[in-house]
């Protein structure tokens, strides 16, 4: 094999400026055991795929190395698209849905070929094995081209390869500013299949696919049932911050310091724990939290409103929020002004042309990295115009950062909206206003109950 493959210019360029996209259009990445991911050496990334082209973009992001993505042909079709993607590193391969257009035997063994060359110079290649994106809370059932493509080349160079399962995790797929956690999976002992290829490939294939399924589940919240996945959400809403700072107190770390995948794995253990036990008990729950959720829903209120009155914030916090609230409303009028049209257009498009959930971040990430670079172009242009170079260059470095600014203070705007409309829920229908606490409280205090049980009846189990 070849020295390490290193980045070059162009790939370097465009990695650059995803990150700053990711950065202005996520709250937050968050990357979990990077070091997971070998410095040199051939590796095979296998990453879920939840969340279409943005998948790409954010572990891209996260590696400190050239990743070569294995790419759907479609893509290839267009010439201006195909030489970016092969000038990016990108690898062509074919699916069966693709044999009506290409001769997809003959170009699969050319992904292969390509895929052998990339390992021979040390190259990391990343696979969505799922082979499509997807909108559910699961990894889906696995193809085996990623196990074929491992186990050829661990029997002809034993050893050499990396294969790491990767798990993204978005907080919300479709808005602006969530959070996503990107995490490396421990390798996979390719190793242990070798011989077992070398006598049945098949059956090899097959083994080893199926602990990557594992693998891959294992760093990703897992849910087999739709109805399942809307009570996790529906429990993460209310509950997740309460078991977060009892992690906290228990272990004295930070936020950060807490594990919010296990979090939500171990919600979802539990949820079929209590399933197979007490069925009845857990519909009774799941009842309870969409009537607390209609009602919220009726007075156009928010759960962390009623949170917020029954935890009752101390006076200086309240002090210290209107105060920004007054203080920061000059500069949330500025950024609006400023950056209303290149954020609404975006929205508008993904609206209308995302064919699927999974489209929907992508067709707006895309439209934005077009949109406001051509709003602020224009309205810089128009300052320099008007009122010179310097100022037009200190325009120019406010326009994102007054963004954001003011991005942060609509949602402050919103929580506070929320807030006033339960003022006034409580001064004119008072029992609405303490059915509504008294609602949260019994379903926060049924779900402190399971935890106990749970936690109890299954020794060693934790969050």
């Not at 809370?137 to 390869?161: D, F, M, N, S, Y």
């Not at 993904?350 to 999974?358: G, I, V, Y």
Request: a positive charge.
């Amino acid at each position: 094999m070849s020295a390490p493959e290193r980045m070059d210019g162009f790939y370097r360029a465009v990695r650059a400026v995803a990150r700053f996209w990711l950065w202005f259009f996520f709250k937050a990445v968050d990357v979990r055991r990077p070091e997971r991911v070998p410095r040199e050496g051939p590796v095979l990334l296998c990453i879920n795929h939840p969340n279409n082209f943005i998948d790409s973009l954010v572990v891209g992001a996260a590696v400190r190395r050239k990743v070569h993505y294995l790419a759907t042909a479609g893509l290839f079709e267009n010439p201006l698209v195909a030489r970016f993607l092969l000038a990016a590193g990108a690898i062509p391969v074919w699916r069966k849905q693709d044999e009506r257009t290409h001769a997809s035997t003959d170009k699969n063994a050319e992904t292969f070929a390509a895929c052998t060359a990339a390992f021979e110079h040390c190259a990391l290649i990343a696979i969505y094995p799922e082979g499509t994106t997807h909108a559910e809370a699961r990894v889906q059932r696995l193809k085996t081209g990623a196990a074929r493509i491992a186990l050829a080349w661990e029997v002809a160079h034993p050893r050499t390869l990396a294969m790491v399962p990767v798990g993204l995790t978005f907080e919300a797929r479709k808005s602006f500013r969530a959070r996503v956690l990107v995490s490396f999976g421990a390798r996979v002992p390719l190793h242990a299949y070798a011989d077992a290829y070398r006598e049945d490939p098949v059956k090899a294939v097959d083994a080893l696919t199926r602990h990557l399924q594992e693998a891959m589940e294992a760093e990703v919240v897992n849910v087999e049932r739709i109805d399942d996945a809307q009570l996790l959400q529906a429990i993460e809403l209310l509950y997740r911050d309460v078991l977060a700072r009892a992690v906290m107190d228990a272990r004295g770390v930070g936020p950060r310091g807490v594990d919010r995948v296990r979090l939500s794995r171990s919600i979802v253990e539990a949820i079929g724990w209590f399933k197979a036990r007490e069925p009845a008990r857990v519909e009774a729950i799941w009842q309870r939290i969409r009537t607390y959720r209609a009602l919220l829903a009726q007075y156009h209120l928010r759960d962390e409103t009623v949170r917020a009155r029954l935890e009752r914030l101390p006076a200086r916090r309240r002090i210290v929020s209107s105060w920004e609230a007054v203080v920061g409303f000059p500069f949330f009028l500025y950024g609006t002004l400023v950056n209303l049209l290149p954020y609404l257009v975006p929205r508008w498009l993904a609206q209308h042309l995302a064919r699927k959930e999974t489209d929907y971040a992508t067709v707006r990430l895309l439209a934005s990295i077009v949109a406001f670079p051509v709003f602020w172009g224009l309205q810089t242009w128009l300052v320099r115009s008007t009122a010179g170079g310097l100022v037009a260059a200190l325009f120019a470095l406010s326009l994102p950062l007054s963004g954001l600014i003011a991005y942060r203070y609509l949602a402050g705007a919103g929580r506070l909206g929320s807030r006033l409309r339960f003022a006034v829920l409580t001064a004119t229908q008072s029992a609405a206003a303490r059915r509504l606490v008294a609602e949260r409280e019994a379903i926060v205090a049924e779900l402190e109950r399971a935890t106990a049980e749970w936690l109890t009846a299954t020794k060693g189990s934790s969050f």
